[in-house]
């Protein structure tokens, strides 16, 4: 077995253990090949330094990892567990991560997934959160929430608006997470803004006074589901109706698509919105905890 980084021909034999282990910890798959390419080919990753394989020596790939901005995700194939893939490419994301000036080391890890859990405890990790994907049917859409005085939606232009739904978005998660560590308005652009399955059409953006005041993302997948990818509401709009107001225009739009469900992803220590998920009717579909460990 050897450690070596990855090519961009490396990408399907990746996205099978992905998919592998996705349907070990999740039921199905939760990756596609262009969400994998994109990652690869954003600005601020060096495929040569921020991510590796674990490769056999007859070339099978059993092995995965990539040292992103919030943190590490590892994945070992789950015919390959207990053989000293998953130490091995913990060690060498801790390198990384050291290499790189990070005060932590941050590994992202399936709740199904004991083994990995119980690598990270051994080598003195702890749980700082979890990230839960709801999920619930969309069904004829109904009378549309209602919006606070003064505020109209629109839908999203994904180049005019970068900017500006930047803004709210720091605004709005910095308020949220003391913790909370922004990202680059370009990382902003290219995670959420021009991403493949970006659904302009489903997207709505909130304005008071022809200002920006919140938004919601969405995006359209190709097995008939909407996935709201952001949801972010200025803390001076807040309390006031405007999230569960989007989320609900999300919905709409998606049952007016003819897609069959809803998802979106919520940290655990986000109570405000977990609620707001959850009156509209939203259920737990798998969760995945963050580990973290001083580096020194």
Same mark, same amino acid.
Not at 1 to 16: F, G, I, N, Q, Y
Not at 112 to 119: E, F, I
Not at 166 to 175: K, N, T
Not at 272 to 279: G, N, S
């Given at each position: 077995?050897?450690?070596?980084?990855?090519?961009?021909?490396?990408?399907?034999?990746? =996205?099978?253990v992905?998919?592998?282990?996705? *349907?070990?910890?999740?039921?199905?798959? +939760?990756?596609?090949?262009? +969400?994998?390419?994109?990652? $690869?080919?954003?600005?601020? =990753?060096?495929? /040569?330094?921020?991510?590796?394989?674990?490769e +056999?020596?007859?070339?099978?790939?059993?092995?995965?990892? %990539?040292?992103?901005?919030?943190?590490?995700?590892?994945?070992?194939?789950?015919?390959r !567990?207990?053989?000293? %893939?998953?130490?091995?490419?913990?060690?060498?994301?801790?390198?990384?991560?050291?290499?790189?000036?990070?005060?932590?080391?941050?590994q992202?890890?399936?709740e199904?997934?004991?083994?990995?859990?119980?690598?990270l405890?051994?080598?003195?990790?702890t749980?700082?959160?979890?990230?839960?994907?709801?999920?619930?049917?969309v069904?004829?859409?109904?009378?549309?929430?209602?919006?606070?005085?003064?505020?109209?939606?629109?839908?999203?232009?994904?180049?005019?608006?970068?900017d !500006?739904?930047?803004?709210? +978005?720091? #605004?709005?998660?910095? /308020?949220e997470?003391?913790?909370y560590?922004?990202e680059?308005?370009?990382?902003?652009? #290219?995670?959420?803004?021009?991403?493949?399955?970006? /659904?302009?059409?489903?997207?709505?953006?909130?304005?008071?006074?022809?200002?920006?005041?919140?938004? *919601?993302?969405?995006?359209?997948?190709?097995?008939?589901?909407g996935?709201?990818? =952001?949801?972010?509401?200025?803390?001076?709009?807040r309390?006031?109706?405007?999230?569960?107001?989007?989320?609900?225009?999300?919905?709409?739009?998606?049952?007016?698509?003819?897609?069959?469900?809803a998802q =979106?992803? *919520?940290?655990?220590?986000?109570p405000?919105?977990?609620? %707001?998920? #959850?009156?509209a009717?939203m259920?737990?579909?798998?969760?995945?905890? *963050? $580990? !973290?460990?001083?580096?020194?």
């Open positions: 077995m050897r450690l070596r980084p990855p090519t961009p021909d490396d990408a399907p034999a990746v =996205l099978e992905m998919s592998a282990r996705d *349907v070990a910890d999740f039921g199905a798959p +939760d990756y596609t090949l262009e +969400d994998l390419r994109e990652e $690869w080919s954003a600005a601020e =990753l060096d495929l /040569a330094a921020d991510a590796v394989v674990a +056999d020596g007859d070339g099978a790939i059993a092995g995965y990892a %990539i040292v992103r901005g919030p943190g590490t995700l590892a994945v070992v194939h789950p015919r !567990e207990g053989g000293g %893939i998953g130490t091995r490419l913990l060690a060498w994301a801790e390198a990384r991560a050291r290499a790189l000036g990070r005060a932590s080391h941050m992202w890890v399936a199904r997934n004991a083994s990995g859990a119980a690598l405890e051994r080598e003195g990790y749980r700082l959160r979890s990230y839960w994907r709801l999920a619930t049917p069904a004829a859409p109904g009378a549309a929430a209602p919006l606070p005085p003064g505020v109209a939606l629109r839908a999203l232009d994904p180049v005019a608006d970068a !500006e739904l930047y803004a709210v +978005d720091r #605004e709005s998660f910095a /308020a997470r003391p913790d560590r922004a680059t308005f370009g990382a902003f652009r #290219e995670e959420h803004l021009a991403v493949h399955d970006l /659904a302009p059409e489903l997207s709505r953006v909130a304005e008071r006074g022809g200002a920006a005041v919140g938004f *919601v993302l969405c995006r359209r997948w190709a097995t008939g589901e996935y709201v990818d =952001l949801l972010a509401v200025l803390p001076s709009e309390r006031r109706g405007l999230g569960t107001a989007l989320l609900h225009a999300a919905f709409a739009a998606f049952a007016h698509a003819g897609l069959h469900e =979106l992803g *919520v940290a655990s220590d986000n405000d919105a977990l609620r %707001i998920y #959850e009156r009717g259920a737990v579909r798998f969760r995945v905890d *963050v $580990w !973290e460990r001083p580096v020194n």
